[in-house]
């Protein structure tokens, strides 16, 4: 199983055996028009993917309500034939949209998506139950956990949810100064040691690059790198990958 960090931000690809499943993706430059004052971000590169990317692209998971995880343009961009899983609530979203593709609802049962299975878990406050978590995992055994945003250590722990890899928020956000919209590093560790990861990507990353009007409301600590890279392998740039074997 293949996972590759798609941009500068939090667009991934899971592949396996030709097969591939894209989380949260937003594949242009610009994520709002011009005219957009509430949220804005801006990016060099649209992506990493490929055309060959695009073509084994069979699945596409949406994390959460927000513009830059459920990015309508982008996930237009795909066939039809393409399948999206998600919650109830952004399905809505989606239909509302417009978009044509066949919608599931994936939650902590799971679903096959060829030799991956994808499980939705509980995320932290004050995103639950708007978003979710996952726990990918091949048919080796190998595991992915991602979480877009806070995680939600007390279920972790008790479920004894393990991954080799995982994907977690690292640059602390808060909205008006102590609402936590992301995690500084020191809970980002404490996530990684709870799941018995090895590896850690980072998610979200650069918030600072996000302007419009919220902007002026968010605190944001650049992440702490050499303390983060003293305890974990850490990956933190697109284009950054790792193959399970």
């Not at 937003?26 to 804005?40: A, E, G, R, V, Y």
């Not at 459920?70 to 998600?86: A, D, G, M, R, W």
């Not at 048919?139 to 949810?161: D, P, Q, V, W």
Request: proline residues 3%; charged residues 25%; contains cysteine.
């Amino acid at each position: 199983m293949k996972l590759l960090k798609a941009d500068n931000y939090q667009t991934w690809l899971i592949e396996e055996a030709d097969i591939a499943v894209l989380i949260d993706p937003w594949l242009s430059k610009q994520l709002q028009p011009d005219n957009s004052i509430f949220i804005q971000r801006k990016k060099s590169q649209a992506s990493l993917l490929n055309d060959e990317d695009y073509e084994k692209v069979q699945a596409i998971i949406i994390t959460a309500p927000f513009e830059d995880h459920l990015h309508i343009e982008s996930i237009k961009s795909f066939p039809k034939s393409v399948k999206i899983y998600t919650s109830k609530f952004i399905k809505r979203l989606l239909l509302r949209a417009g978009v044509a593709n066949d919608i599931y609802i994936i939650n902590e049962d799971g679903v096959d998506i060829g030799s991956i299975n994808i499980r939705a878990l509980p995320t932290g406050f004050p995103y639950h139950p708007a978003t979710f978590a996952l726990l990918i995992e091949d048919s080796k055994g190998n595991r992915i956990f991602h979480e877009g945003h806070i995680a939600r250590f007390k279920y972790l722990m008790k479920n004894n949810i393990k991954a080799d890899v995982a994907i977690l928020t690292a640059e602390e956000v808060k909205l008006f100064g102590f609402l936590r919209l992301g995690m500084d590093y020191k809970r980002t560790l404490k996530a990684c040691d709870i799941l018995g990861a090895k590896e850690l990507f980072i998610t979200g990353s650069n918030p600072e690059k996000t302007t419009g009007f919220i902007s002026k409301f968010l605190l944001i600590r650049s992440i702490e790198r050499e303390k983060i890279q003293a305890k974990i392998n850490l990956h933190d740039q697109a284009g950054n990958f790792i193959n399970l074997d």
